[in-house]
């Protein structure tokens, strides 16, 4: 109770211009933060999917897809045959993985969640796709199901602190107006 009477009083002493000034610099300090790690999750996220990008291509990366091929073909009695189809997927899945290192690099923190959009075949069950299309559609699942969660984990980190800034913004606003004051002259920098 007394130090809710503190702060009250240590408000009241203060100079409402000054601790306007103060809100907005800590508004400013949330927008630039949340940018910073936004960024930097975002890059983090790039730089794993680079590193997916080679590993398709490696003996794991074609072992990945040679589980997947026996799955839908079954075992068969030639395993060059069974190998020869897990190196294609392979260097496929590669070639998916980079295109998304590219599509990510392009999107804003706001809308990485929509990263795996249009990466995979969304009506697969109705069409007439092949085996070969089947593994590959699985590949793909299986990769965005990995990628997915970090992504949306962006979004959802940048969409929870801009609504903070908003209402930073709107308390900030508040305060000027009880207090007589110019909210206008606090903002300097629209993209907040």
């Known amino acids: 109770m007394t130090e809710d009477k503190n702060v009250e009083s240590v408000t009241e ?22 940018n910073k790690k936004s960024e930097a999750a975002k890059e983090h996220l790039v730089s794993q999917l680079e590193v997916t990008v080679d590993k398709y291509c490696t003996a794991n990366g074609v072992m990945m897809a040679l589980g997947v091929v026996r799955d839908v073909y079954g075992n068969a009695d030639d395993i060059d045959l069974e190998i020869d189809r897990a190196k294609r997927i392979a260097v496929e899945m590669s070639s998916v993985a980079e295109d998304l290192v590219e599509k990510a690099k392009k999107l804003h923190a706001s809308e990485i969640s929509y990263l795996c959009d249009g990466v995979y075949d969304k009506e697969f069950a109705t069409g007439d796709g092949s085996a070969h299309d089947l593994v590959t559609q699985v590949m793909i699942l299986n990769l ?49």
């Open 144 to 192: 965005c199901q990995n990628v997915g969660p970090n992504a949306e984990d962006i979004t959802g980190f940048w969409e929870q602190t801009t609504q903070e800034i908003a209402k930073a913004w709107s308390d900030l606003e508040d305060y000027c107006k009880e207090n007589g004051l110019d909210f206008g002259s606090y903002v300097y920098d629209e993209t907040a």
């Open 13 to 34: 002493d203060a100079d409402p211009r000054k601790v306007a000034e103060d809100m907005a610099s800590s508004i400013y300090k949330m927008r630039d933060d949340r």
